[in-house]
């Protein structure tokens, strides 16, 4: 038994020890998973399905069930079938699945004295998760202080009360068209969506501003026309401007700096706070915020990361500091999590994964590249406009129809790749790829994308 106490229970090499054993007999469990495979408890998986889609009242989208176990690119579900990962739950899990490091480091935090920590009472996770964030925010940009929350919501939630706070209480919030910022009352307005607000009041606190069209030559200064009347009609009510650096939801949208330019001087030159929407974006664009990518770092006040986080986080400057009282939370995040987002954020940084020269960057031209081969190929013009940055990805298939990319979908879960759609018209398929993935994964993955859509073409 350990004679250490007290402070000295992280540095305890016997507790470490056992977090390693434990870690090992976990990953024998997924020592089997060497590739795709096919179901064979069908009927074990279907009762549970059912069973949850019944409490939630709709189906699943997939009738997906994880077993717990996976590895890298891979994940078992609990009707014994392997599938490739290429969602990651919607951007949660970069490193794909039972990554050993990130196992000791969520089971180092699972064992604490609490299960969730909150901003009343944090502990040493909470600490050095928020040092690494900062750490990183200020390596280009103003931003010196976080604070931390269970959500991408929440955080795009706290950004907006600190910037209505930092500009008198100004109602006016410039959106992004086909922008997504969550699914709170406020945020579902922020959202460019009229799906995700059906049956909700309309307050008519947005104003809109096109995102950049590769199609037109007149995209930039369109949209900055556009933001320069908005700004002249609410002069002095405007909160601020919110952003994503890459659209998510609405297609994996990209943009070169010289879009974002002219608008962000403009929010500067009227004191319109700038607030980049990181939650999808974060760590996955090749830089840990795509604002860094773009070279926009100097423009931004506020800034909202999640997912890969495992947590989320809102970052800001010292001019948007909030006064005592306007944020709080009784939840911060689980200490499992939040020492997981710590040591995912310390791989991302010392094992060769940012950069231009990174591995992100690496995998992303040779995946991007597989898409357009195949579409140049035995898929001739069935996926196209391939694009997107860094380990997000997007293609148009078919005819870019919502029926055809949801045939699509369906079409690559049975066969073998779980993925997810984006964009509004034309709709497209998103993958979130796994910094783990291999060359030799993405061969694995082309043939079941290639099945897929000559199944359907």
């Known amino acids: 038994m350990s004679q250490l106490i007290g402070l000295n229970m992280n540095k305890d090499a016997n507790i470490d020890a056992k977090i390693e054993e434990l870690v090992g007999l976990v990953s024998e469990h997924s020592e089997h998973i060497k590739g795709l495979k096919d179901a064979d408890q069908e009927e074990h998986a279907k009762k549970d399905i059912e069973l949850l889609e019944n409490m939630r009242g709709r189906p699943l989208f997939y009738p997906y069930l994880g077993s717990g176990i996976g590895k890298g690119c891979y994940v078992e579900t609990n009707d014994g079938a392997v599938k490739m990962d290429l969602i990651n739950g919607i951007g949660i899990n970069i490193f794909g699945h039972s990554h050993p490091e990130i196992m000791k480091a969520a089971v180092k935090g699972a064992v604490q004295d609490v299960v969730m920590q909150g901003n009343l009472e944090p502990g040493d996770e909470m600490v050095r998760v928020s040092e ?92 900055t026309q556009i933001l320069k009347e908005h700004i002249e009609k609410h002069k002095g009510n405007i909160a601020g401007f919110i952003f994503e650096p890459i659209q998510g939801e609405g297609g994996y949208n990209v943009a070169p700096r010289e879009f974002f330019v002219p608008l962000l001087e403009m929010c500067r030159d009227n004191g319109i706070p700038v607030w980049a929407d990181e939650i999808q974006t974060f760590c996955r664009t090749g830089e840990f915020f795509a604002f860094d ?43 499992a999590a939040l020492s997981a987002g710590r040591k995912i954020l310390d791989i991302l940084d010392t094992e060769d994964y940012m950069g231009p020269k990174g591995k992100v960057e690496s995998i992303h031209k040779e995946f991007v590249g597989m898409l357009n081969e195949l579409n140049e190929g035995s898929c001739k013009g069935l996926l196209q406009d391939a694009g997107g940055m860094g380990l997000m990805v997007a293609v148009t298939p078919l005819d870019g129809t919502k029926e055809s990319m949801i045939k699509v979908l369906k079409a690559l879960y049975k066969n073998g790749i779980i993925s997810f759609g984006c964009g509004r018209g034309p709709f497209r398929v998103r993958f979130l790829i796994p910094a783990v993935m291999t060359s030799d994964d993405i061969q694995v993955a082309k043939k079941v994308i290639e099945k897929s859509i000559l199944e359907l073409a």
């Open 132 to 223: 690494k964030l900062v750490e990183i925010a200020t390596r280009k940009s103003r931003l010196k202080h976080c604070w931390l929350t269970t959500s991408g919501s929440m955080a795009n939630e706290n950004a907006l009360k600190m910037c209505r706070q930092k500009t008198g209480a100004a109602r006016m919030v410039i959106a992004m068209r086909a922008a997504f910022a969550g699914r709170t009352t406020m945020m579902a307005e922020v959202t460019d969506n009229p799906s995700m607000r059906e049956g909700l009041p309309e307050y008519n606190e947005i104003l809109r501003v096109p995102f950049y069209d590769k199609n037109n030559p007149n995209s930039t200064e369109e949209a």
């Open 293 to 335: 990518k773009l070279q926009l770092s100097e423009y931004i006040d506020i800034c909202t990361v999640a997912k890969t986080l495992q947590a989320a986080a809102t970052l800001y400057t010292e001019e948007l500091n909030p006064k005592p009282g306007l944020i709080a939370g009784t939840f911060a995040g689980s200490s």
